[in-house]
């Protein structure tokens, strides 16, 4: 088997953010970059430099109103430090991600090793005007049900306004096919974010949460409007309970409207959901995968504490996409994605790929209980578990077409609580607070013992240092050092140390999954998720942009504060970190792996 490490070489270290250049001198003038103030611009401009247009909807229509040229923008700001250094400055970029042009829509890009590349038309119909978001007015609150317990009048309802909506001719911005289309156009490459370069993605950094609630958002008041009736809601799957953790029953009738034949058929009900699926199944008793599946709930939910971990990182107008994702965006969100599509399909339809997700019903009741795992999240305990503060997250701004064809133009600001968009979900129990994971054996833990994390029949394998980039083609372990042992109550209140793997690379087009342990001990039984040595994973749905050949750079930050008690090696200098490639061996590499401590 080739080796896993590369040749030696200095570990890739993220640069400090110092502006300390020959003409950003250290003074308070630097105020006004981190303020960010002259640029809040672009909240209300629609900035965009693609030059082609594909007509996929409309073969003439009229200029965007209040669009510019993004070259307007370098030329004004030249003055103060030039365009080319406006896009190095890390600080220079920094605004809000615009709502994107639609005249300068592209078709998304969907690539596999297997069934090569095709373009896919899914830019929406255009539109001469554009209205800003106003809060809606609402006589009463509709709280969206858990699908597994609606009753037969409601189901009536819901497949009514399905049925309405498919029947919607498709040039029609409400038609399902429309619909469905947006998640294709913001996610596979359809739109750049200020630059012909950087296209714009809504996953992978803290665009992903608010993106989605809007999008339902509309979704929803489409389907209200259908069947006139403006306090309809439609219903969540509760996977995040063992009675909501196999496809709900509404969805797998094949003449319902709530149907899609484009699912796993290995995974119809009864089987249960695995909320750690990783493209293979699990030989799990129902007992186990229940209780496997509530540790990975709490352990996305309770320790990623803090917003970024929570959200994902930041990512502003002119960056390169991907910055790096939140927990639940990246499990249990991309598991079921990958366990719901169709392994039959060449780009694995619908779920499993983002251009073809919201082609099946089920989609939107899977989005929904991420959206209401927001709201839990900012009721659990914990001084840090707020939203971002930050306007450049609060004014970034997306396109949707409201109930009554209107293009709406709305901010994150907009979507921060659902109540002042009219709407909650119903109460239901919430098991994963109780099932916090354990040390698979008590008392202090070993750190210096060999992994057989996940694999039972793995060999024994060499704990290395300071070795990056590596590939991961086996089980790999690293020694990394902490910079902070022994931290007192209140300064772990304040911060929270993690773990950072930087620069993890992978072909955008593949389904990877590896996990990540900490001071795990060699014996013949496996870790699993309900370990506390388990501290998380990262996995790939496939997607892509229309920049071909360009790999997904992005990172993984996992809390490791809890765990490190659990574990009792808070006064260690370092710690053992292995890598266990569940699928995709040898398709993923990373450039250098750190502890950090965070406080948003």
Same mark, same amino acid.
């Given at each position: ?22 003409? =950003? ?48 923008? &370098? ?80 189901? $009536? ?58 999008? &339902? ?15 309809f809601a439609m219903p969540f799957w509760n996977w995040d309970a063992p009675r909501g953790m196999v496809i709900p029953e509404i969805y797998v009738d094949p003449d319902s409207p709530l149907y899609d034949e484009k699912r796993n058929v290995n995974h119809q009900p009864p089987k249960m959901l695995d909320l750690d699926y990783a493209g293979k199944e699990e030989e799990l008793s129902k007992r186990d995968l229940i209780k496997s599946n509530l540790t990975v709930m709490y352990r996305q939910m309770v320790p990623n504490s803090t917003a970024s971990l929570f959200h994902g990182k930041p990512y502003r107008a002119g960056e390169k996409p991907s910055p790096g994702m939140g927990s ?42 991420? %959206? ?99 590939? &991961? ?26 773990? #950072? =793997? ?6 955008? $087009?593949?389904?990877?999954?590896? %996990? ?35 790999? &997904?750079?992005?990172?993984?930050? =996992? ?12 006064? %260690? ?6 890598? #266990? ?5 040898? =398709? ?13």
């Amino acid at each position: 088997m080739a080796s896993t490490v590369h040749s030696r070489s200095t570990p890739i270290i993220l640069p400090n953010s110092s502006l300390q250049t020959s003409f =950003l001198p250290k003074t308070p003038q630097l105020s006004i970059f981190k303020k960010k103030n002259p640029f809040t611009f672009a909240s209300k401009k629609l900035v965009s430099c693609k030059a082609s247009n594909e007509n996929q909807n409309n073969e003439h229509s009229s200029s965007s109103p209040n669009r510019f040229d993004r070259r307007d923008i &370098l030329l004004g700001l030249g003055s103060v430090y030039g365009a080319t250094n406006l896009v190095s400055d890390p600080f220079a970029l920094a605004a809000p991600v615009a709502a994107p042009d639609l005249d300068l829509c592209e078709k998304a890009t969907v690539t596999s090793k297997s069934a090569g590349t095709t373009k896919v038309a899914c830019c929406p119909p255009k539109s001469a005007n554009i209205i800003d978001f106003k809060p809606p007015k609402f006589s009463k609150i509709r709280y969206r049900p858990a699908a597994h317990m609606v009753d037969p009048e409601y189901l $009536d309802k819901f497949t009514k306004a399905m049925e309405l909506m498919k029947a919607l001719p498709m040039e029609d911005p409400r038609s399902f096919m429309q619909q469905a289309n947006v998640h294709c156009a913001y996610c596979n490459g359809g739109y750049d974010n200020g630059s012909p370069n950087q296209e714009l993605q809504v996953h992978f950094s803290w665009l992903f949460y608010p993106f989605h609630r809007l999008y &339902l958002y509309f979704y929803e008041r489409i389907l209200g409007k259908l069947i006139d009736d403006p306090n309809f809601a439609m219903p969540f799957w509760n996977w995040d309970a063992p009675r909501g953790m196999v496809i709900p029953e509404i969805y797998v009738d094949p003449d319902s409207p709530l149907y899609d034949e484009k699912r796993n058929v290995n995974h119809q009900p009864p089987k249960m959901l695995d909320l750690d699926y990783a493209g293979k199944e699990e030989e799990l008793s129902k007992r186990d995968l229940i209780k496997s599946n509530l540790t990975v709930m709490y352990r996305q939910m309770v320790p990623n504490s803090t917003a970024s971990l929570f959200h994902g990182k930041p990512y502003r107008a002119g960056e390169k996409p991907s910055p790096g994702m939140g927990s639940i965006e990246n499990n249990p969100h991309t598991a079921i994605h990958r366990w719901v599509g169709d392994d039959r399909e060449k780009y694995k339809e619908d779920m499993g790929n983002f251009y073809s997700a919201g082609k099946d019903p089920l989609f939107y009741a899977h989005h929904c209980n991420v %959206d209401r795992l927001w709201n839990i999240w900012k009721s659990l305990p914990g001084k840090k578990r707020r939203d971002f503060t930050d306007t450049d997250w609060l004014d970034s701004s997306f396109l949707f077409y409201d109930e009554n064809a209107n293009l709406v133009r709305a901010k994150v600001r907009d979507c921060l609580d659902t109540r002042v968009l009219g709407y909650d979900y119903q109460k239901v129990n919430i098991p994963w607070l109780k099932n916090k994971p354990t040390p698979r054996r008590p008392g202090r833990v070993n750190g210096k013992g060999q992994a057989m994390a996940a694999e039972a029949n793995t060999t024994p394998t060499t704990v290395i240092r300071n070795v990056f980039p590596i590939v &991961l083609d086996k089980v790999v372990r690293i020694e990394v050092p902490r910079s902070k042992k022994s931290r007192t109550k209140l300064e772990k209140e304040d911060e929270e140390e993690v773990l #950072v =793997l930087q620069n993890i690379q992978v072909d955008r $087009d593949v389904e990877v999954k590896f %996990d990540v342990y900490i001071n795990d001990e060699e014996d013949e039984a496996p870790t699993e998720p309900e370990d506390s040595e388990f501290a998380g994973s990262f996995s790939n749905i496939p997607h892509n942009q229309n920049n071909r050949g360009m790999k &997904l750079d992005t990172s993984l930050t =996992l809390p490791i504060s809890d765990l490190l008690e659990d574990l009792d090696v808070e006064g %260690d200098d370092n710690i053992v970190v292995t890598l #266990v490639p569940k699928q995709g061996k040898g =398709l993923v590499s990373i450039g250098n792996i750190k502890t950090d401590y965070i406080r948003d």
